[in-house]
């Protein structure tokens, strides 16, 4: 039976006989099949009856449905109407496009329309740059997608994708204060996601590449990091490699080792699983072995390689060490996954290092589950949020794309991925540093400006930034 969650929560409204004893048969019966009580709510009380409205989390949809039953199975109880909380948080989408000035007088108009705003057009026409200062461009990034590679579900196209970058929009302007809007395109050819792109970045300060298949994603992003001067950023790679190098970063200093000494093994050469490699290795680490599903990836390989795995096997696994996950995990100090449910058992884990590091960020099941390696592991993280050392990249974009914006960057390098993870890192302050907390919460309203500025600076020092504070010149 598989651990109730939110994600799969339900409220069923229900009218009750009004007599000692009957909700708690109610209960008894919900948690019988596995539910968890939420919520409790009145709505309307009589001499005879009550009716609620009860929100219940279960684990999947197929156990939604046996507690609805299990409810009308009780006697005395009748179901009235149920919902799935989820879906109703869905309808009509979730965001909206509002403005932020009222139109209130014939003046008003005459102002934000025309004729007013022809001089506005004439000022940018004559100066561009003043586009950042006269329109959205200054504070709106583009979530763009084609669909191929939505969440962990596959390949559902642009329309199946758009919830999710309504999502990601809520994120970017609830913890960055960054407006965004989804972008789902009917192709999945390199060239024409680029030329879309490319044609609609004149509205945008910066594009937020999202949920595209591996390798198209990295020539996609390759080809509009060289056309466009706004900054480009697939999150699938970078987002999750900054926050999982950040949680490193701490857990290393939880086990009282250092990047050059350890031994990593990343699972999964997807985006994600590359993007991470890279920014291992950018901190010292250089014995590292990437696996996909071939097994390890290694200098000689023929078997399903492209050009990232190619260069991948170049300059990783020094060793030239063969076979699964679980045989390469020997003697490692950390292992990363980014890939399945069930790539390595509690056997593989236990031939790791002492003080073992393992970072299970498959979503909604991890490689390996935590209660599976109680005392068995020393720092455990996954991408789930009913776990401690959530792995989550709402940690790192919305406060980039926030320091970006504000220094009208062209482009992200190393040096801001790299001070993007050092100030997610800080937000862990040495006395709250444990092994239940290497990284910040998600709710934690000092990252993203931690993040923003930490990456404004590394622009301006690299030298990317259109703008910079004055109290930074010299």
Known sequence: MKTPTVSYSITVRARLKNQLGMFARLATAIADVGGSLGAIDLVEAARDHMVRDISISAGDEPQAHKIVQAIRKVDGVQVISWSDRTFQMHLGGKIEVTSKLPLRTRDDLSMAYTPGVGRVCTAIHEDPNK??????????????????????????????ALPVMEGKSILFKTFGGVDAFPICLATQSVDEIVRTVELIAPVFGGINLEDIAAPRCFEVEDRLRQTLNIPVFHDDQHGTAVVALAGLMNALKVVGKTFDQVKVVIVGAGAAGIAIAGMLQLSGVTELILCDRQGAIYYGREEDMNPRKQRIAETTNPQRLRGTPGEVLTGADIFLGVSAPGVVSV?????MAHDPIVFAMANPDPEIS????????????????DYPNQINNVLCFPGLFRGVLDCRARTINDEMKMAASQAIAGCVSDRELAEEYIIPSVFNKKVAEAVARAVEKAAVKTGVARRERASWRG
Do not use: C, Y
């Open 370 to 385: 935590p209660e599976d390696v109680v005392g068995k592991v020393r720092v455990m993280a996954t991408g789930r949020s």
């Open 347 to 351: 056997a593989d884990i236990e031939k």
């Open 131 to 160: 586009v950042f200062q006269l329109t959205v461009k200054r504070h709106m990034v583009a979530v763009v997608t084609d669909g191929s590679a939505v969440l962990g579900l596959g390949n559902l196209g642009p329309e199946a």
